[in-house]
Nanobody, 120 residues
Framework: QVQLVESGGGLVQAGDSLRLSCAASGRTFRSWTMGWFRQAPGKEREFVGGISWLGDMPVYVDSVKGRFTISRDNAKNTVYLQMNSLKPEDTAVYYC?????????????WGQGTQVTVSA
């Protein structure tokens, strides 16, 4: 059984930083592609970024490039989303997701989400 638990959300001011964590259960975490998504009120869920099982060359949506960084620690079964220079438009519920089919980005497990609120 795969479980993903996000943490680290909160209320911050514009320009501040936050680091989200996603702790995963599962013996084969190191082989999963991991992604971060977000959903703002009244909007569809959008892809924020993802990182392969190798941990190299993460990809990001244009709106967060240069501000957000995804990393993973396979020894801790954890993936991180470092968010710098936060903007009010980053306000959303942030979800981590796992693609457990090796070499794919077909996300089949999701966390419960953590709220990030950025005030102007």
């Amino acid at each position: 059984q795969v479980q993903l638990v996000e943490s680290g959300g909160g209320l911050v001011q514009a320009g501040d930083s936050l680091r989200l964590s996603c702790a995963a259960s599962g013996r084969t975490f190191r082989s999963w592609t991991m992604g971060w998504f977000r959903q703002a009120p009244g909007k569809e869920r959008e892809f924020v970024g993802g990182i392969s099982w190798l941990g190299d060359m993460p990809v990001y949506v244009d709106s967060v490039k240069g501000r957000f960084t995804i990393s993973r620690d396979n020894a801790k079964n954890t993936v991180y989303l470092q968010m710098n220079s936060l903007k009010p438009e980053d306000t959303a519920v942030y979800y981590c997701a796992a693609s457990t089919s090796i070499g794919t980005a077909n996300y089949d497990y999701w966390g419960q989400g953590t709220q990030v609120t950025v005030s102007a």
